[in-house]
């Protein structure tokens, strides 16, 4: 799972697709979510990064 990190929030997808001008976000039936524009996207997370640990990314 991924977490697209955004100035008003975040948005969890399973996949995403990187594109000329942004990314497009994929939930795990391969249903589009949104697409966030490189210039609103401060980070693009994998969680089996982070572990199960709650603290902020930010």
């Known amino acids: ?3 697209a990190i955004l ?3 975040q948005i969890e997808c ?3 697709d990187r594109t000329e001008t942004g990314v497009e976000l994929y939930n795990d ?4 979510i949104a ?3 490189y210039d609103n996207l401060h980070a693009l ?3 089996a ?3 199960e640990d709650d603290r ?3």
């Open 45 to 47: 997370v994998d969680e």
């Open 29 to 32: 039936d391969e249903q589009f």
């Open 7 to 9: 100035p008003e929030g």
């Open 35 to 37: 697409f966030v524009p």
């Open 14 to 16: 399973d996949r995403y």
């Open 49 to 51: 990064f982070y572990g």
């Open 1 to 3: 799972m991924y977490r």
């Open 56 to 58: 902020s990314v930010m």
